[in-house]
């Protein structure tokens, strides 16, 4: 069946270096990719999607673009801020999982000032 | 659009209670869905429906909880008899569905359950 993998967290960086998370995936079919963000005590934010092959989202600095030849889809920002520590979740949609959302364990980000 | 909204944000209750929570989705949208969250975890998929018809309902879901979409809008979902490993978020999330090729979901802020 379908499943997403993302690099274990918790990722800490200082603030304004490059952020690079590492998410892969495993789909018969050809998904939706989304990356969905979600701040302490708060719920989940969609950051940013793409439907097919090549496709770059993008959305607050964040970009990420669907590779289907690596099967990956790497959220990247060129200078995090503290106000991006949040914990990162990717997730796929298809027809073989009915539209539904299969998650990544999800990344803790820490930003340190 | 106001978004998905969810109520009450925070529900204690003793054990042995019966509980109910209320999603109201985006307008437009079609399919809900509800999930649970622990801390630290992704979201643990529960039920959903399209429309006012409930599709799937995860096996691991115990009889105790039941979900309702009854005119298709808002839905309510009780938890019957509540457990101390009940203690959780509970989100909803609300999509266009698939007739429209929009597949992203997009949730409320959740309703924060605990179980004494």
């Known amino acids: 069946g379908d499943s997403v993998t993302q690099m274990e967290g918790p990722v800490t960086l200082s603030e304004e270096a490059f952020l690079t998370i590492n998410c892969t995936y495993t789909?018969?079919?050809?998904?939706?990719l989304f990356w969905y963000v979600q701040y302490p005590g708060e719920g989940l934010q969609l950051l940013l999607k793409?439907?097919?092959a090549d496709d770059k989202g993008s959305n607050k600095g964040f970009e990420a673009t669907y590779r289907k030849e690596t099967t990956s889809f790497h959220l990247e920002k060129g200078s995090v801020q503290v106000s991006d520590s949040a914990v990162y979740f990717c997730?796929?949609?298809?027809?073989?999982?009915?539209?539904?959302?299969?998650w990544g364990a999800g990344t803790k980000l820490i930003i340190k000032p | 659009d106001t978004g998905v909204s969810q109520n009450p944000r925070h529900k204690i209750t003793k054990r042995g209670q019966n509980v109910t929570f209320r999603c109201d989705p985006i307008?437009?949208?079609?399919?809900l869905y509800w999930y649970r969250q622990t801390l630290g975890q992704g979201p643990e998929f529960l039920t959903y429906?399209?429309?006012?018809?409930?599709?799937?309902k995860s096996r691991l879901l115990s009889d105790r909880f039941s979900a309702e979409r009854p005119k298709g809008s808002f839905s309510t979902l009780e938890i019957q008899r509540t457990e101390q490993g009940d203690s959780a978020m509970y989100l909803c999330?609300?999509?266009?569905?698939?007739?429209?090729?929009?597949?992203?979901?997009?949730f409320g802020p959740g309703t924060r359950l605990t179980v004494t």
């Open positions: 429906f399209q429309n006012e018809a409930q599709l799937e």
């Open positions: 789909a018969t079919g050809y998904p939706s």
């Open positions: 793409a439907t097919k």
């Open positions: 999330a609300s999509s266009l569905g698939v007739r429209q090729h929009s597949y992203e979901q997009y």
């Open positions: 307008s437009e949208h079609n399919r």
């Open positions: 997730a796929l949609s298809d027809q073989d999982s009915n539209y539904q959302l299969i």
